[in-house]
């Protein structure tokens, strides 16, 4: 039998399977926490104390990837075709479904769970029986997206089907699932979705719900010197960044944020790749951060065994100078395992070589993405092709692989749907004139990743890897054992930047030939006056 109770010392929830302890997978504690009811624990908290990762299964995704030849990521649909695209095979609880299509207004997608067949959408829309603004479970334009847990004792089957009577349409499915027994399946069962939703949209409008609490302090932080926040450990910690009225995008890319936890340095980020506001200050809630009412808040709490401390950095020209930081900690009864890292990735990609935006060794559980891409001189957002590709404990091909970045990111059609901001995933701000950028973020608190040796995040570009000279940068964030290493932030040289090695901009080529053309009519001139 599965009982939960709330400690008085610590903010997380005990978890009881049958007589004595049972330690639990991470994305099933995070299942409880997403789906146990407010008064019990917040949807948005997630907290990785007394969790074990060794001997565990990863978390698998069933995707469309390959599924019509090498490099084509979709199912083809031919005209009026009604097909089976996968299934998942039970006792298993499937934690996001994501799909798309090239002609999404002309297909239907239903999934058969244990026999009983749910319409997801019909038609480029949501069924008529769909609740309006729900937190957990939407339609952006032609992406369909999912977080309603959904508990599978046998077989799920995805079935899509096509009214279209000529053409031939791409279709697009992810379904991120994990193998679990019968008895946590009969567990999970009572717990109540109803509940999760309710607390999705309370933390929505009020993302201090469950964080701003417990013993707080507060400082104002200078750039270079460090602060000793006054926490008592073992405990856990979240914290606020309140910058001066007027500050800007290019300010908070300018800033770098270190924290110091137990004298390991665990994040060391610009702030704001780290809050996705690296370019336009748009509010948004999610599990582990939110940027509302001037203040930038961390929501995923930071255990502590008996030490904080707060630095701001200078990254940039116009870094700030001063910032208001507050904690708020709550107590553990013991010292905790795992520390919330965070850290910064730039790179500029390849031909022929995905880019490793994260590779770390130990035991931990990856919890998200933010991403910052600009495609520099490039037309369209055609480099947004290639797939994640997530490495497990010294796995040598893919434990999770998707079907394109902003498939990723829970999108589609190279972000078709512009700025969207959802409590695990959204975009945060785009640009569709030249040159194409996009931030955009993906907080995977249900379907985080366990890995107990190491985890090795890569992102393609392009088709397989054909995208080169397009800067990739943001910020990967999990939960890891120590020791841990964060690597100092460092900027990728862009091409054609003076005084670095790379392809020269077109702009750069244009002026150095008109030079050429203007020195060469200056000397026929001087030729013929001799």
Not at 85 to 92: D, H, M, Q, T, W
Not at 204 to 221: F, H, I, R, S, W
């Amino acid at each position: 039998m599965l009982r939960i109770r709330r400690n008085r010392h610590s903010w997380r929830p005990t978890v009881h399977m049958g007589r004595g302890r049972t330690t639990v997978r991470p994305y099933w504690l995070a299942l409880l926490l997403v789906v146990i009811p407010a008064t019990a624990q917040d949807i948005t908290q997630f907290s990785p104390e007394d969790v074990t990762v060794a001997g565990q299964q990863p978390l698998k995704l069933l995707a469309t990837t390959g599924m019509s030849g090498v490099g084509r990521d979709y199912y083809t649909l031919k005209p009026r075709q009604s097909a089976v695209i996968g299934e998942v095979k039970g006792p298993a609880i499937i934690f996001r479904i994501w799909s798309t299509s090239s002609k999404s207004a002309m297909v239907s997608l239903d999934m058969t769970v244990d026999g009983k067949t749910e319409r997801l959408y019909t038609n480029g829309k949501l069924p008529a029986s769909a609740l309006k603004n729900d937190p957990l479970r939407g339609m952006d334009k032609q992406a369909y997206w999912s977080y309603m847990p959904v508990f599978v004792s046998k077989q799920a089957v995805f079935r899509a089907a096509s009214v279209e009577k000529q053409e031939e349409i791409k279709f697009y499915l992810q379904a991120g699932y994990t193998t679990v027994t019968a008895q946590q399946l009969a567990g999970a069962r009572r717990l109540d979705g109803e509940a999760a939703r309710a607390a999705a949209k309370q933390i929505l409008a009020d993302p201090e719900t469950n964080v701003a609490v417990g013993q707080a302090a507060e400082a104002t932080l200078q750039t270079g010197k460090a602060w000793d926040a006054p926490v008592t450990g073992p405990a856990m910690v979240t914290m606020s960044l309140t910058p001066p009225q007027g500050t800007t995008p290019a300010q908070l890319a300018a800033t770098r944020l270190v924290v110091t936890c137990d004298g390991t340095k665990t994040i060391d980020v610009p702030v704001g790749a780290l809050f996705g506001v690296s370019h336009k200050l748009t509010e948004y809630v999610t599990p582990l951060v939110a940027v509302k009412g001037g203040s930038l808040l961390l929501r995923a709490p930071m255990p502590v065994a008996k030490s904080l401390q707060v630095m701001l950095r200078k990254y940039g020209r116009g870094a700030l100078r001063t910032m208001q930081a507050k904690v708020w900690s709550q107590g553990l009864t013991r010292e905790p395992q795992y520390r919330l890292c965070a850290q910064y990735f730039s790179q500029v990609s390849v031909q022929d070589k995905p880019m490793t935006l994260l590779d770390t060794t130990g035991s931990g559980i990856f919890l998200g993405t933010n991403l910052i891409v600009n495609g520099l001189d490039r037309k369209t957002f055609a480099f947004l092709e290639g797939n994640e590709q997530i490495y497990v404990d010294g796995a040598t091909k893919p434990t999770v692989e998707g079907t394109g970045t902003e498939d990723y990111f829970n999108g589609s059609w190279y972000f078709e749907a512009g700025e969207v901001h959802h409590l695990f995933h959204g975009v945060t701000f785009v640009q569709l004139r030249e040159p194409p950028m996009v931030d955009c973020y993906r907080h995977m608190v249900s379907d985080s990743i366990p890995f107990s040796q190491g985890l090795r995040f890569d992102l393609q570009h392009g088709s397989r890897n054909k995208a080169p000279n397009v800067s990739y940068a943001g910020v990967m964030l999990w939960y890891q054992t120590l020791p841990v290493t964060i690597a100092e932030p460092r900027e990728a040289a862009v091409p054609g930047a003076e005084g670095e090695a790379g392809r020269v901009l077109p702009s750069a080529i244009a002026a150095a030939a008109l030079a050429v053309i203007v020195a060469f009519v200056v000397w026929m001139l001087r030729r013929r006056a001799a």
